[in-house]
């Protein structure tokens, strides 16, 4: 079952998203899980990750403001965005950490305007 991530839109410089992402309880249950993002012309890269127990981490680019965290309960995976920027404009996906191909899905467009 791929991992679907929402939540996007387009906001101006410094605002604020959350993003979502629904999966299965035994991805859940197994896995770190992380948000990944592709920007326009850009390679996909590695955001936020964070573990079982809510070890999180994060790129040096967003850390500080970006926040990444989970319900095992509920089986959502979250990413609070804050103080955006235009550079964070991109495709968000999330995924485990390290990725499996198969759970790629479509992802939520992220746009930050100046």
């Known amino acids: 079952v791929q991992l679907q991530a929402s939540g996007g839109g387009y906001v101006r410089a410094g605002g604020s998203l959350r993003l979502s992402c629904a999966g299965s309880?035994?991805?859940?249950?197994?896995?770190?899980l992380g948000w990944y993002r592709q920007g326009p012309g850009k390679q996909r890269e590695g955001v936020a990750e964070?573990?079982?127990?809510?070890?999180?981490n994060y790129r040096d680019s967003v850390r500080g403001r970006f926040t990444i965290s989970r319900d095992n309960a509920e089986n959502i995976l979250f990413l609070q965005m804050d103080d955006l920027r235009p550079e964070d404009t991109a495709i968000y996906y999330c995924?485990?950490?390290?990725?499996?191909?198969?759970?790629w899905g479509q992802g939520t467009q992220v746009t930050v305007s100046s």
């Open positions: 964070i573990s079982y127990n809510g070890v999180a």
């Open positions: 995924n485990t950490r390290p990725p499996l191909p198969a759970l």
């Open positions: 309880r035994d991805t859940f249950r197994r896995y770190d």
